[in-house]
């Protein structure tokens, strides 16, 4: 379980730092800690960069890969829920 949680907080601090800011290791864990954050704390503590719904992620997502906005894309939402 602790390797998977370094990893984590591994994989955040590349993000946080591919965001362009800049957190230390001992930030993010005193940040952390396995709390749970509203998205306004969560933004205003440097966690996340910005806040909206999953319709603004795929948007943004689209934006970075080059893809028009208006093209639709398949939502493959896994896993797969079971079915009687």
Known sequence: VEEVYDL??????EGRK???????????????????????QAKASGLVDELGTLNDAIAGAKKLAG??????MELLILPKGESF
């Open 8 to 13: 984590f907080i591994s994989k955040a601090l």
């Open 18 to 40: 591919a965001a362009g800011v800049e957190m230390t290791r001992d930030r993010l864990l005193s940040l952390a800690g396995g709390r749970v954050w509203t998205g306004r």
């Open 67 to 72: 893809i028009n906005p208006k093209d639709e």
